[in-house]
């Protein structure tokens, strides 16, 4: 009793800085087992406090050791720490298996926790649902579906724990941080695949292929009433519109009524304009393939992210989770010939125009929205207006939303990309996201019309970001020089992953393996000239070629800049020799389409 007083006065203390709360008592608190088998850590600290990595796996082992039978786990990656990734298979009839459970004739759900290691309430709330299956007391889910689950992603980032890690957050009183031992942030690598948290996750859903993935997260911003909000790719942005519509329809009722019958206030996944001035509207953002959900979205994975909201308390935000995850469950159950029904369909279609880049409308659409109320006041400190929330409920009948809805650059589809071998690591990252490769073996395996992109325009980030310099480039989409393929891997966009294969192979997309800095070595040029034998070969190959010696002449006469530039004018004859290096500029990786090859920006 000593110690919960304890946990509740340190609470107390770190959230003095927070807006006032609204008063809550749910129907979910009846989840919560006061002393019993398995009582979480969690339950153990009355809702303060979450186990740190020894005691999470200590947990796993418990629940594992109290149901052999219907419970297994095991390793699917180690962090660059050395920190062991478990997963918690649970199948009612004991078949661990990717393929086993395929057989089951049950939808797997796969639940994630802790890719952001702060934002942990789906590992407590998952450890009570399966105790509560491990105790007989809800028999009923593996009855109705297969679940995967991770307690701690970013197991490395879960170590480092502090209660000074998220200013803006309710508990627990110690939290994790945000990236991993290599202040790499997880969920951000999606495409690159840097991690190996990331790696693992991937590998894992490429074996077992579940049906629904959740991703559990704690948002931050405003302040609202909502304790748990989610959301996925709306239809109109979703490159997978008819799961899409699928959630929409056939899930989100499901879940929403289990919430709300449970004491809890469910929301949409959207963010704030303006974080100092609320009633300038919402940010309906779309998910890019860098994040889980935008990356589930592009390969037609069921994706929900969940965010709960960060400035309720820990134990209504964990409960909240729990309630959710059980709404999620029953919606699969029912539902998920249906959903597999819209995985499909978007499996056969390849588009041949694909939206890479969106920026937010101009004009507002509007959102019913039940806020805070809050004042502004010109901040002492800052020196411009901040905000206050005041802990009163707001209802907005028309409040502004921003869908990213305009459209900012578009590519042609290629029907194929071909990679050197020179790149194996760019080969394994495809494997490892699922696509199909096939190596070329005989140089009639290869394609006339090839087209390769040239840089045009090019600039890279001022500073790193996940730890590269990324590139933003123009192209010029031209005829490549014939060669021999022999021995270069083809991958065609007709295939189940294709519109992934676009994003992560065509260099104007801004989530690409050449935008995140893989081929940053074709802007670097290796072989120089010396003037004193370029002069000579430059004045007998403008003799030879009157055409270019009228550019030359015409360049000089029109552009002063370049007429009293000897540098830029010995640079342009040597880019018209072949002694000029072929590959500078040069995206190493060719393309074959079916229609005239574009880039809209």
């Known amino acids: 009793m000593i110690a919960s007083l304890l946990l509740l006065s340190a609470s107390i203390t770190l959230d003095s800085h927070l807006p006032p709360l609204l008063p809550w008592q749910g129907q979910s608190l009846a989840l919560l087992q006061q002393k019993g088998p398995l009582t979480t850590d969690f339950e153990l600290s009355e809702g303060l406090e979450s186990p740190n990595y020894q005691l999470t796996m200590e947990f796993v082992d418990r629940l594992v050791a109290a149901n052999p039978t219907q419970f297994k786990v095991q390793t699917i990656a180690h962090s660059a720490s050395g920190r062991a990734i478990k997963m918690i298979i649970a199948s009612e009839t004991g078949e661990f298996s990717a393929s086993q459970l395929s057989h089951t004739n049950k939808p797997t759900i796969f639940i994630q926790a802790g890719i952001h290691a702060g934002e942990i309430d789906g590992k407590d709330a998952t450890f009570m649902l399966l105790r509560d299956i491990a105790t007989g007391k809800r028999r009923d889910i593996l009855s109705q579906v297969n679940i995967l689950f991770i307690p701690i992603l970013n197991v490395d980032g879960h170590e480092r724990s502090s209660q000074f890690n998220r200013i803006n957050q309710r508990g627990p009183v110690k939290m994790g941080f945000r990236t991993n031992a290599n202040n790499l942030n997880l969920n951000r690598d999606y495409t690159k695949l840097d991690t190996p948290e990331v790696r693992g996750v991937l590998n894992m859903i490429n074996q077992f292929s579940p049906d629904l993935y959740i991703d559990v997260h704690v948002t931050d911003g405003a ?40 004491g809890h206030i469910p929301g949409p996944l959207v963010f704030v304009m303006d974080k100092r001035e609320f009633k300038k509207g919402l940010a309906g953002w779309v998910a890019t393939p860098r994040y889980s959900n935008g990356w589930g979205d592009l390969r037609s994975l069921p994706t929900i992210l969940v965010e709960n909201h960060s400035l309720k308390p820990y134990k209504q935000r964990v409960l909240g989770t729990y309630v959710f995850l059980d709404g999620a469950i029953s919606a699969l159950a029912q539902h998920h010939q249906q959903l597999a029904a819209a995985v499909q369909k978007e499996h056969k279609f390849v588009p041949s125009q694909l939206i890479v880049q969106r920026g937010y409308a101009k004009k507002a659409n509007s959102i019913e929205f039940k806020g805070i109320k809050y004042a502004r006041s010109k901040s002492t400190l800052s020196g411009q207006m901040e905000v206050k929330y005041l802990g009163e409920k707001q209802a907005y009948t028309d409040l502004p939303i921003y869908w990213q809805k305009e459209v900012t650059k578009t590519i042609t589809v290629p029907a194929a990309f071909y990679i050197p071998a020179a790149y194996p690591n760019i080969i394994e990252k495809l494997k490892l996201q699922g696509v199909l490769v096939e190596k070329i073996t005989t140089a009639s395996q290869g394609v006339d019309d090839l087209k390769v992109a040239v840089v045009t325009e090019h600039e890279f980030d001022k500073a790193p970001f996940e730890g590269r310099f990324r590139v933003n480039a123009k192209f010029d989409i031209q005829t490549a020089a014939p060669q021999n393929l022999t021995g270069w891997f083809k991958v065609v966009t007709a295939q189940p992953l294709g519109e992934l294969v676009a994003h992560l192979l065509h260099p104007a997309a801004p989530d690409s393996f050449f935008a995140w800095g893989e081929f940053n070595t074709i802007f670097q040029r290796t072989e120089y000239m010396e003037n004193y034998a370029l002069a000579p070969y430059a004045r007998q190959m403008l003799k030879d070629k009157p055409a270019l010696a009228l550019e030359f002449d015409k360049k000089i006469r029109e552009d002063s800049n370049f007429a009293n530039n000897a540098q830029a004018r010995l640079n342009w004859l040597y880019e018209k020799t072949p002694f000029y290096d072929q590959a500078y500029l040069k995206y190493p990786i060719l393309m074959a389409f079916n229609a005239q090859p574009e880039v809209k920006n």
């Open 223 to 262: 302040d609202y009433q909502y304790d748990v909000t989610y959301g996925y790719n709306p239809v109109f942005a979703s490159e997978s519109p008819s799961v899409s519509d699928a959630l929409n329809q056939y899930f989100k009722p499901v879940i929403d009524t289990k919430l709300q019958e449970s």
